[in-house]
């Protein structure tokens, strides 16, 4: 529903030319795709992710220079945890899923951390036997099976 922030640079455009602009995403986006495995209807009201010390929301200072944007989070304006909030849900059937994004800072987590998935209070850990990175302008798939309600 927002728009992501991008970035581009142009260089060396003569005055009486349009630059030419190629643009980079600064974010990377999660999408956790939920199935109800409850034979209760269930509806998904809040997803939370983390990834151990990472800092995944919030303010950043960005230097776009060079190939590779670089992130430096601004000091009590940044969070491990990317939370969303899910208003007015459908209820999902047993077998139904549905699918939640969340925009975070790109970074890698490496290989012997942990992921962290809680949907509506319910949580699990993906233990990583390879490093994983959440590139910018790439969506990471995480299934999660509902199965409780504790």
């Given amino acids: 529903g927002t728009n992501c922030a991008l970035y581009g640079v142009a ?5 009486g030319e349009m630059p030419s602009l190629q643009m980079h995403h600064l974010s990377s986006v999660i999408a956790v ?7 209760t209807p269930l509806k998904v009201n809040e997803v939370v992710f983390t990834a ?3 800092n995944l929301t919030g303010s950043f200072y960005v230097n ?7 992130y430096k989070p601004r000091t009590d304006y940044v969070s491990t945890e ?20 969340i925009v975070i800072v790109p970074f890698e987590a490496y290989e012997g951390n942990k992921l962290e998935l ?6 699990k850990e993906i233990n ?4 994983v990175n959440f590139e910018a302008g790439k969506i990471k798939t995480l299934n999660f099976a509902y199965y409780s309600t504790e």
Avoid at 118 to 123: R, S
Wanted: hydrophobic share 35%; aromatic share 4%; no cysteine.
């Fill in 64 to 70: 776009i220079a060079g190939d590779k944007a670089t």
């Fill in 82 to 101: 990317a939370k969303v909030t899910v208003n007015n849900a459908t209820e999902l059937d047993e077998g139904e899923s549905a699918t939640v994004y």
């Fill in 52 to 54: 151990g010390d990472n």
């Fill in 33 to 39: 795709k939920v199935t109800n495995t409850l034979e």
């Fill in 118 to 123: 809680i949907v509506n209070g319910y949580k």
């Fill in 11 to 15: 260089k060396a455009v003569p005055s």
């Fill in 128 to 131: 990583l036997e390879k490093n």
